[in-house]
């Protein structure tokens, strides 16, 4: 099925780095949407977007929705150990039920 | 944020029978439910969307007579494993749409997960 672009697939950053990850996409979207997923469990909504250029900040993660309506950003400061973690983008796009996710990007901390 | 519930979370069933797996939206009204199916280290795939009061849509290459799902409520949701095998086992997540208008429309929220195995 369809996909969003999501990089990088894995990151290995020492504890007390920031982490920056992203979604491009082909298609415009209205809603772009961060989730974090811990093993074993379901994902967990960290940042939701809705209008272009909006940037939203949850704790120490913010996020973007790009101007151009095709990519979004996700920022995380001085990581700690419970960032560990598959972060996922998410998108929906104009009058679409379905959400279209990135493939994900595996975060590592190293204490 | 809102709060989506999956039951069981873990469930092991013997090959040939039938498994259901629950999914509630505890505090909104979902008009709309997806169910996932995810495989180790990879990301999540759509098997169906469901509508309250309708027929679910499924995803091409999932079988509707295999995997029967039922969307009787604003807030429940079952997916049912009929004559389960063990490339079944895996673990299916649902999520729920809301009901709201603008932002809170288009917000949709998972559930915990459930890992179904087939022996």
């Known amino acids: 099925g369809q996909q969003l672009n999501q990089s990088p697939q894995s990151m290995f950053i020492q504890e007390g780095e920031d982490v920056s990850m992203n979604c491009t996409s082909s298609s415009i979207f209205n809603t772009w949407l961060w989730y974090k997923q811990d093993p074993g469990e379901g994902p967990v909504l960290l940042i939701a977007?809705?209008?272009?250029?909006e940037l939203t900040s949850n704790g120490r993660l913010t996020a973007q929705f790009g101007i151009t309506r095709k990519d979004s950003f996700l920022n995380i400061s001085a990581s700690i150990p419970s960032d560990v973690g598959i972060y996922f983008c998410?998108?929906?796009?104009?009058?679409?039920?379905?959400?279209?996710f990135g493939q994900g990007t595996r975060l590592t901390i190293n204490p | 944020g809102a709060v989506v519930s999956q039951h069981p979370s873990r469930v092991i069933c013997k090959s040939g029978t039938s498994v259901k797996i629950e999914c509630r939206s505890l505090?909104?009204?979902?008009?709309?439910m997806f169910w996932y199916r995810q495989f180790p280290k990879q990301s999540l795939m759509l098997m169906a969307t469901?509508?309250?009061?309708?027929?679910?849509?499924?995803e091409q290459g999932v079988e509707k007579d295999k995997f029967l799902i039922n969307h009787a409520s604003l807030t429940l949701s079952t997916l049912t494993v009929t004559s389960a095998h063990p490339e079944d086992s895996s673990f299916y997540i649902c999520?729920?749409?809301?009901?709201?208008?603008?932002?809170?429309?288009?917000?949709?929220?998972f559930g915990e997960g459930s890992w179904l195995t087939v022996v």
């Open positions: 999520s729920a749409r809301g009901t709201g208008t603008g932002g809170d429309g288009n917000t949709i929220y």
């Open positions: 469901s509508n309250e009061g309708s027929k679910a849509t499924y």
């Open positions: 977007l809705y209008k272009a250029g």
């Open positions: 998410a998108g929906l796009w104009q009058g679409a039920q379905k959400l279209v």
């Open positions: 505090d909104f009204q979902a008009t709309t």
